[in-house]
């Protein structure tokens, strides 16, 4: 079972909304806090929102108060609600386990999401 497995990008004109979804199986996602990261064309890959296990909320200025990250634990899942989208949104999106020294080391395959103006 291939351990994270993100979905839900696409391409969306600017001001529109995508739901990501990010399966994470396995013992390290689940007492973990979690991340999205994004990585755009040339730039290097940055994390934009961030839960703990517990439910608390952290989130880069770019997107505040525009994303909105979330986790089910009993689905082993995490999700990121993204609206009023902007084109300097457009990236590769990837979820991940935050540990004490960065991200595990395994990644996804991430998901493709392209905002238009």
């Known amino acids: 079972q291939v351990p994270l497995v993100e979905s839900g990008g696409g391409l969306v004109q600017a001001g529109g909304s995508l739901r990501l979804s990010c399966d994470a199986s396995?013992?390290?996602?689940?007492?973990?806090?979690m991340g999205w990261f994004r990585q755009a064309p040339g730039k290097q890959r940055e994390l934009v929102a961030s839960?703990?296990?517990?439910?608390?909320?952290d989130y880069v200025d770019a997107v505040q108060g525009r994303f909105t990250i979330s986790r089910d634990n009993a689905k082993n899942a995490v999700y990121l609600q993204m609206s009023s989208l902007k084109p300097e949104d457009t990236a590769v999106y990837y979820c991940?386990?935050?540990?004490?020294?960065?991200?595990?080391?395994?990644w996804g395959q991430g998901t493709q999401v392209t905002v238009s103006s």
């Open positions: 991940n386990a935050l540990l004490a020294g960065g991200p595990y080391s395994y």
């Open positions: 396995g013992t390290i996602f689940r007492i973990n806090p």
């Open positions: 839960i703990t296990t517990g439910g608390r909320t």
